[in-house]
Structures are given as C-alpha cells and as structure tokens.
C-alpha cells in the first residue's frame, strides 16, 4: 500500500497553489487601481462603475458554460492560455497607460476580456486539486486555497493603493509580471489534462456531439439549479449580495477620495474587505451550527446592509475599514 505524502509535501498541489495565490495578488492590486485611473483620467464615478460592471457581467454569463467546456478541453492548455492572456490584457493596458494613449472602451473591453479568463480560470483549478489531491486531503487542500483568497484581500489592496501612488502605470506591470509567474507555476505544477475518469468522458463524447453536448449541460444545470427550491434562493441572494459589494466599491472609493483620503489610503480601507472575509470564514462554521441555513441569510442580509448604511456616516477616510472588515460576504 503506498503511502499518502503529507499535503504540504506534494509539490504539484503546493506549485499550483502557489500560482493561483499569486494571480489572485494580481488581481487584487488592480482591483483598486483600475478605478481609481478611470477616476482620475474622466473624473466620473459613472463611468469607473461601467468597467466595473462590464467586469462582473462578463464573468456572470460566461461562469456557468466554463464550467462545461472545461471538462470537454484539456485542462492544463485551458489554464495557462487564460492566465498568459490575461498578462496580455494587463500588459497592454499598461502600454496603453504609459503612453496616454487609454481610453474608456479599453478599459471596458480588457476588463471584459480579464473577466473571461477568469471564468474559465477558477473552474480549471477547482478541478485540477480533485486531479494532483488524494481524496482524504481535499477538505484541507481547499482550505489552503481558500486562504489564499483571503490573504490577497488583505494585501493586495493597501499594496495597490502603494504601487499606484508611484505612477499610475506601475499596478499594471506589476500585475503582468504576477501573472507571467503563476502562468509558470501552473506550468511546473503539471495540472491533469482531462478527468480521472477519461473512459467514461470519451464514451460521452461519442454518444453526443460536442457543441450539442456543451449546450445541453449548460442548460442542464441551470435546470437543476432552478428546480432545487431553497438552494435556487439561497444562490439568487448570493449573487444579489456579490452583485451590491461590486456596486459598493466605486463609491467606497470617492466617498474615501472626498474625505482627504490617498490611494494608500484607500488600500488600506478595502483591506477591510479581506479582514471581513476571513472574519467570516472562520466565524461560518460556529454560526451555521447555531442558525439554520434561512435565519443566517437574513442575519447576514441584514449585517450586510446596516454595514453599508454606516459607511455613509461623516466621520473620516478611515470610519469605513471597521465597517468594510463586519463578516457579511465579500464581493468577488
């Protein structure tokens, strides 16, 4: 019988998680940036709401068939191809910066072309643990990925704020070269190319054609998910909640800009958001135990919007990380 290698010793699961942590980083160094340089370039929060919302519908509507064309392609091409364009995208904008040559639709057709990497990104990392993982590890390995989440919320904006208050173009290529890495994690981590169960996939494949059979699944699981009562609720409220955090960024942004605040300032606000979501973590087993699934929703609903409501309050740049960092949901 072989021996299972401790998890902090499987090289492939700790290269992967380590480039997923690091595109993340990434991720969030620009997730400040970008609209404090729609901010400062057109001087209209309407319109750094544009890119942020084309961002978030992009991902929306592409999540749900990734999902399915992820199990039909080959994985480890998938992953590194998403991650190497999403350094392209960054990279130009970069370019686009540096040169004064940016405009509002590049910021909103990059943002839309990051987002669709990313849909296509979390699916293949999701499934690639379930790949390089033996089963009995899985609970800790998503734990640690979790984390990694977590800890680039609380980094990556104040580190943004930083980089960006040495020239706005700096988030940008620090971002590139973020991405560049966790593309040759992914690289060196060897992610599986198709599913254990490849035999199975295959006969699959024969009995349906391909572009029929992407259609059909995706239409299969929005249909299960619609049938599931309860769970289809619970989903339509989280995706309203991530929705409304999304919402709730640009105007954290000017709200802590018109208060005096810098853009390390504003970093270190939204590093709230991270401390809110670890908060949670580590609070959402002992109150899932205490409340039923329907309570909790309403509890975190209502911390959620008494959260918000506060941030209103006059009181300085920085009366907004306290409330920014309560455990309601983090926008993603």
Sequence with gaps: MTDIVPLRRNVRFQLLWIGSAVSELGSELTRLAMPLLVLALTGSPGLAGVVAGARTV?????????????????????LISAQGLQAVVSALLAALVLTDQVQIWHFVTLAVLDALCAAFI????????????????????????????????????????????????????????????????????????RPANR?????????????????????????????????????????????????????????????????????????????????????????GKLLPPGRLLLVVLTVFGAALAATALPWGAWWRFPWCSSPCPRPR
Excluded: C
């Design 122 to 193: 979390k699916p293949v990392v999701g499934t690639a643990i379930r790949g390089i993982v033996p089963t009995s590890q899985l609970h800790s390995a998503y734990a640690q990925e979790e984390s990694r989440t977590h800890a680039a919320g609380l980094v990556g904006p104040p580190l943004g704020g930083l980089l960006y208050s040495l020239g706005r173009a700096v988030p940008f290529v620090v971002d590139t070269v973020t991405f560049l890495a966790a593309a040759i994690f992914y690289a060196l981590a060897k992610v599986p190319r």
């Design 199 to 287: 035999s199975q996939a295959s006969t699959r494949e024969e009995q349906h054609p391909v572009r029929g059979g992407m259609r059909r699944e995706a239409v299969e699981a929005v249909t299960w998910l619609w049938r599931r009562r309860g769970l289809r609720e619970v989903t339509a409220a989280v995706m309203v909640l991530n929705l409304l955090g999304g919402a709730f960024l640009i105007p954290l942004i000017v709200l802590v800009g018109e208060r005096g605040g810098s853009a390390l300032t504003t970093g270190a606000v939204l590093a709230g958001l991270g401390v809110g979501g670890l908060a949670g973590a580590l609070l959402s087993g002992r109150l």
């Design 58 to 78: 992009a991902f929306l509507l592409v999540q749900i068939p990734a999902g399915v064309w992820v199990d039909r392609w080959d994985r480890r091409r998938t």
